[in-house]
Each structure stands twice: as C-alpha cells, then as structure tokens.
C-alpha cells in the first residue's frame, strides 16, 4: 500500500483551520491509520491512532477521521507549536509499517 | 511514558558495518514491539525494522533485509541495530521507537535519533 499525503506544504496564519490529506493506493483498516506530528531537530510524536483517537496529552484541537481510502487530519485552531510536519502512516504486510511523505504546515 | 536514548552512530566507509543501540528507560521494555526507523535530513521517515517483545519475532524493509539485523537484550533493556555493507544511501537520522502496548498498534514513543552517514 502507497500513502499518497495532501498538499506538500500548507501556508496557514495562527488561528486558522488546517485540513491535511492522506489517501492510500487501496482500502485500509482504519483500525491502522496513525498521524504524527514532527519538529526540527526532534523525533516524531504521535498524535492520532485508530484513525481518530487521539494520544495521550494531545489537545482536542487536533482530530482524525477517514475511512476506506482516504484519511484526514485537522488541526481546529492553528496554534504557534503546530507548524510543523505532519506524517500518516499504517501497518501491512509487506513492508509491515508505511509512512506518508508528509505535509508541512507553514506561518504564512 | 517512556524515554528512549540512541547512540553508535557517526561516519562510516561503504561497505562496512556499524552497531546502533538505544536504551530504554521508565518503562517494561520487554512487553514491548521495538522499531528501527530512519529518515534523511530534510526528507520522510522510513520504516527499516521491527522486533516482538520477547525477540522472537523479526520483520525487515525490503531495503535492508540481509544487511540489517534487529536484536534485543531485555535484561539490559537495550535495543540493537546490526548494520553491514553500508551503502550511500543508508545515511539517515536512524530513530528507536516504542510500539504502543495494546492495539490499535501506532508508534508511541520515539528517541531523539543518532546520525550515520556512510561516505568515502
């Protein structure tokens, strides 16, 4: 399965709603669908598994949803900490674990 | 929550070998699937391996199977990353990662990460 993420980059002001796209290249369990969110210089941080629930310590702005083919995050309300990159990511088979390109979400 | 320190990175001529380790702390280490992901500078993560809780089991990127051996030792709480024939293209930021303990499954704790960069 190929994660195909949406768009490249997005250019938000603080405060506004960003909608990130994952699709993949064939039906999925949404039961395997996580997102991660990753900072300069530091290691990814979960944020959402099982499609839409969220980790432990993540604010309610962020939620998860999707089914089938296509997966979305939305960060509610930009805040300053939230530009960053954002990776989905499932299990299979072959490979085992796939990540998505990624989105960067960018002060615009 | 679990903090994850790796280390035995550095420069490293192609073709030859290199061991990665990561030590786990503050949590039961041995309940736990570890991964091996990488990522080069500027780029996407890359899934390199994964091991069960007790070692038993092993599964490999297609990338790096045959030339890259995950192992553990559970009494030192300690997690391994045996690399051989070292190419260009393995130079990456190499992460140790915690899988969560109860399904669903999602990587919940990751290190800082430790530098290779294979070069001539």
């Known amino acids: 399965v190929v994660l195909t993420q949406s768009p490249g980059t997005l250019s938000l002001s603080p405060g506004q709603r960003a909608t990130l796209s994952c699709r993949a290249s064939?039906?999925?369990?949404?039961?395997?669908l996580a997102w991660y969110q990753q900072k300069v210089g530091q290691g990814p941080r979960l944020l959402i598994f099982g499609a839409s629930t969220r980790a432990s310590g993540i604010p309610d702005r962020f939620s998860g949803s999707g089914s089938g083919t296509a997966f979305t995050l939305t960060i509610s309300r930009l805040e300053p900490e939230d530009f960053a990159v954002y990776f989905c990511?499932?299990?299979?088979?072959?490979?085992?674990?796939?990540f998505g390109p990624g989105t960067k979400v960018e002060i615009k | 929550q679990g903090l994850l320190v790796e280390s035995g990175g550095g420069v490293v001529r192609p073709g030859r070998a290199l061991t990665l380790s990561c030590e786990a702390t503050a949590f039961t280490f041995s309940s736990y699937t570890m991964h091996w992901v990488r990522q080069t500078p500027g780029q996407g993560l890359e899934w390199v391996a994964l091991i069960s809780g007790d070692g038993g089991t092993t599964y490999y990127a297609d990338s790096v199977r045959g030339r890259f051996t995950i192992s553990r030792d559970n009494s030192k709480n300690t997690l391994f990353l045996r690399m051989t024939g070292l190419r260009t293209e393995d130079s990456a930021i190499f992460f140790c990662?915690?899988?969560?303990?109860?399904?669903?499954?999602?990587?919940?704790?990751w290190g800082q990460g430790t530098l290779v960069t294979v070069s001539s």
């Open positions: 990662a915690r899988d969560r303990l109860v399904a669903p499954a999602a990587i919940d704790s």
């Open positions: 064939q039906a999925i369990s949404s039961h395997y």
């Open positions: 990511q499932i299990y299979g088979t072959s490979p085992v674990v796939t």
